[in-house]
């Protein structure tokens, strides 16, 4: 995230660091304590008293020896009478442990001793204190000081000095800087308006909403949004992480919540934003039995957001890519009841994401930002913001003035598949079988109808894993896709096996990221699109979470679960062999373009697309040439 120069981390809680001195004060004295009260109750055992066994003690009570006994919980003090002294260093008094003996008071009695009962002394009382809470202090002592190790600035501090609360008294966001998410935009500016001006709404009547929901993938400006919104409103910037707030402590998270909304609520008209929520969030009926801190977390945060008065104009806005695990309870009327969905740009809003970054880059009249936005479908707010910053720093590096269109593509590349590798030599069996490999994929998807152009052939090998690519250029972007073109896309991801397989007789484990692909386009059209004459249109599948990986949980029985899988196999096995037979059909400009591929290790769309023409045009020309000799 940008923007943060004028954030300050805030002084929430600064007390932390005198309150982990009281801490060490409290333990040192508990300590002093603990000696002082051992030594002196030492001094008592040792000088003062002795203890004696029963029988002893029932012996001198018969001898008449004992003048009083004080009767004690455990046990009983004996003092002697005085013509039983004997030298200078007899004790004071002796003791001995009670013991079931009902006859005691009898004896007693009958040797007329003078007999008392008291409680327990209060010397004892306090030992059993202290030896009962000291090991307690220790504990929490070492807890402190490992915490304060780690940086956390104590048990103390918890809650308190550490909760990492940023507060911007201006953003300086506004909506302009927001790109490409209008309708995100649009919902939220009803929420500006709350902000600005929110007696005008409390005069007529209406509720004003407390908080609201940004969902969508990561990088795609909802953090950006939420500052927006406070930047148009003027109003300052509360945020922190869902993440900080849970803590190992129970009732951490919870204090830190209520902190929060202290000092928020002091600031009103303000912004809190929860960056994150899912993990304070998540449905507490989990079933992996509950988490208390947690709970308890979320629980204050529910009952934070019912106590606050909104018409002083304090919003919660809320952000998560994991909708579907939060607590129902929270997206209750009267918490976060509306949701504003962040999406991945389209076309459109890829440009306009690009044009607001470029705003501040030096760029030449090469540059076309619609095309860039093309290239780059399926690449969210950030990833658009970080290929203009790796263009501008390119065009620096190669000694120029201003970005250029070469510039931003080679920094799509950059921020897709990785840098060039330039330090991975391949040998020239391996530059052969990656470049047949990636002519593969290219060859069967120009001479399909549904795939998409060609843009660019390389086998410079990437810093992220790729030993060569062909880089797709949509002509436009489309939101559905045909069955013809899922299995056309499952065609040409298995054109480089086929290639391979075609030409060396062998295979590698190149294909393992196309085998992975084409795996689940297929699983995806059997169980979720309804594409297979099998199981028609049942849907087998449910997507987990959307936003991140899109991850999904089969939900069949098992026995159609293992007919998934054959017909997976049946459609995946189709695609390899029209692949195979595609390329056998066209195996000289397979070699062709391999060839020059190894030669020059990067070739454009344009270049590739003229080798296929005129090699199409001299065996057409050839056959002529056949059916006029013959
Ligand atoms: P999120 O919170 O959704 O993960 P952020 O708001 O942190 O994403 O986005 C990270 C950065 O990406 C922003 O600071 C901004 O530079 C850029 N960005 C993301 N989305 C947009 C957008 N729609 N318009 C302009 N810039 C964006």
Partial sequence: MSNQDNQNPNGFGGGGFRRGQTLIIIVIAALLTFTAVSFFKGKLHDGVSKELPYNEFLQLVKEEKVQSVVIENTQIKIHLKADQAGSGDRPEYYTVRMDEDGDLMNRLFEAGVETRRERQ????????????????????????????????????????????????????????????????????????????????????????????????????????????????????????????????????????????FRQAQENAPCIIFIDEIDAIGKSRDSRMGGNDEREQTLNQLLSEMDGFDSSKGLLVLGATNRPEILDPALLRPGRFDRRVIVERPDLKGRVAILKVHAKDVLMDDTVDLEAIGLATSGAVGSDLANMINEAAILAVKNGRRAVCQKDL???????????????????????????????????????????????????????????????????EETYLKSKQELEDMLVSLFGGRAAEEIVFGNVTTGAENDIE??????????????MSDSFGLMGLATTEDQYLSGRTVMNCADVTAAEVDEEVKRILKRAYTKALTMLRENRDVLDKISDFLINRETITGKEFMEILRRTKEDAVLKREQNVILV
């Fill in 121 to 260: 002394d209060t010397a004892g009382i306090l030992y059993s204190i202290v030896s009962f809470i000291l090991p307690f202090i220790v504990v929490l002592f070492f807890m402190n000081f490992m915490m304060r190790r780690m940086g956390n600035g104590g048990i103390m501090g918890v809650g308190k000095a550490n909760a990492k609360v940023y507060v911007q008294k201006a953003t300086g966001v506004s909506f302009a800087d927001v790109a490409g998410e209008d309708e995100a935009k649009e919902s939220l500016t009803e929420i500006v308006d709350f902000l600005h001006n929110p007696r005008k709404f409390t005069q007529i009547g209406a509720k004003l909403p407390k908080g609201a929901l940004l969902v969508g993938p990561p990088g795609t400006g909802k953090t950006l949004l939420a500052k927006a919104v406070a930047g148009e409103a003027h109003v300052p910037f509360y945020s922190l992480s869902g993440s900080d707030f849970v803590e190992m402590f129970v009732g951490v998270g919870a204090s830190r919540v209520r902190d929060l």
């Fill in 409 to 475: 593509f080679e920094a799509v590349e950059v921020v897709l598949v990785g840098k060039e590798k330039k330090d991975r030599i391949m040998n020239q069996k391996e530059r052969r079988i990656v470049s047949y490999h990636e002519v593969g994929h290219a060859l069967i998807s120009a001479l399909q109808k549904h795939s998409e152009p060609v843009q660019k052939i390389t086998i410079v090998p990437r810093t992220m894993g790729a030993l060569g690519y062909v880089m797709y250029v949509p002509e």
């Fill in 517 to 530: 692909k084409a795996t689940g386009i297929a699983k995806a059209m059997v169980t979720r699109y309804g």
